[in-house]
C-alpha cells in the first residue's frame, strides 16, 4: 500500500504558485520522498526528491515539516502544461540495495487560464 | 538529463499474438529496469524488476511465463507479452535508474497494448 495520503483533485490559475500538500505520517528516517507526475498518455516525469531539508530545481521546491510526516510541492509559476496528476511517494527499501517506488493515487492538478 | 526510450508507443495485435516492448537507456547504464502496467484511471503497478544478466524478479500475482523479460545489456530491456488476450491490454511503462542507490527513476514514454 502506498505510503502517502493527497487530495484527490485540485485546481490552480495560470500563473499563480501552485501548492500540492502531501501526507506521510509514517515515514521512517531513512526513506526519501519523491514527486513525479504524469501527464496524460505519457510516461511519469520526475520532478524533485528530499530527504529532509527543503530542495528546489528549476521545475520545482520541495517543503518537508520539520517532523517529516508531510510536505508541499510548490510549481512557482503554473502553467497549463502542468495540468498533470502528481504523485507524491516516499520510497521504500527493495531487494537489498535497491529500492521500488510504491504509487498511490496521485493529486489531479488542473490549471485553468 | 538521462532519457528512456520505449518503443513501440502504440501497438494493436490480435487475441493469441505475442509482442515485444523494447526500453533502452539512451545517454546512461541501467544494471535495473523495472516495467509496470497501468490501467485506465489507476496508478502504476510494479510488474517485474528486470536485472542485467540475470533473472527478472516478478511482483506476486505476475504470471512470468505470460510477461517474459530478458535485459541482455546495461542499456536494453526487453518485455514480451506473449499469446496476448483482451485483458492485457494496458498501458506498459518502464524505467531505469541513473547510478546511485538515490538516483531518481527515470521513465519510459509507456506502450498502449490493445489486444483485439
Known amino acids: 500500500d502506498a505510503k502517502t495520503t493527497q487530495p484527490t483533485s485540485m485546481d490552480c490559475a495560470e500563473g499563480r504558485a501552485a501548492n500540492l500538500p502531501c501526507n506521510h505520517s509514517t515515514i521512517s528516517g531513512n526513506e526519501y520522498v519523491y514527486w513525479y507526475r504524469q501527464i496524460h498518455s505519457q510516461g511519469p516525469q520526475y520532478i524533485i526528491h528530499?530527504?529532509?531539508?527543503?530542495e528546489t530545481n528549476e521545475m520545482a521546491s520541495l517543503i518537508i515539516t520539520e517532523d517529516r510526516k508531510s510536505s508541499t510541492l510548490i510549481l512557482p509559476h503554473a502553467t497549463l502544461r502542468d495540468t498533470a496528476v502528481y504523485y507524491c511517494?516516499?520510497?521504500?527499501?527493495?531487494?537489498?540495495?535497491?529500492?521500488?517506488?510504491?504509487w498511490g493515487a496521485g493529486t489531479k492538478l488542473i490549471i485553468k487560464p | 538529463g538521462a532519457v528512456v526510450s520505449q518503443h513501440p508507443s502504440r501497438v494493436i495485435c490480435k487475441s493469441g499474438t505475442s509482442v515485444k516492448i523494447e526500453c533502452r537507456s539512451l545517454?546512461?547504464?541501467?544494471?535495473?529496469m523495472f516495467w509496470y502496467r497501468q490501467f485506465p484511471k489507476q496508478s502504476l503497478m510494479l510488474m517485474a524488476t528486470s536485472n542485467e544478466g540475470s533473472k527478472a524478479t516478478y511482483e506476486q500475482g505476475v504470471e512470468k511465463d505470460k510477461f517474459l523479460i530478458n535485459h541482455a545489456s546495461l542499456t536494453l530491456s526487453t518485455l514480451t507479452v506473449t499469446s496476448a488476450h483482451p485483458e492485457d491490454s494496458s498501458f506498459y511503462i518502464c524505467?531505469?535508474?541513473?547510478?546511485?542507490?538515490?538516483?531518481?527513476?527515470?521513465f519510459g514514454n509507456g506502450t498502449r497494448l490493445t489486444v483485439t
Open positions: 545517454d546512461f547504464q541501467a544494471t535495473t
Open positions: 511517494i516516499v520510497r521504500v527499501a527493495y531487494m537489498d540495495s535497491n529500492y521500488q517506488l510504491i
Open positions: 524505467s531505469a535508474r541513473e547510478g546511485r542507490y538515490n538516483s531518481p527513476l527515470h
Open positions: 528530499g530527504l529532509k531539508n527543503n
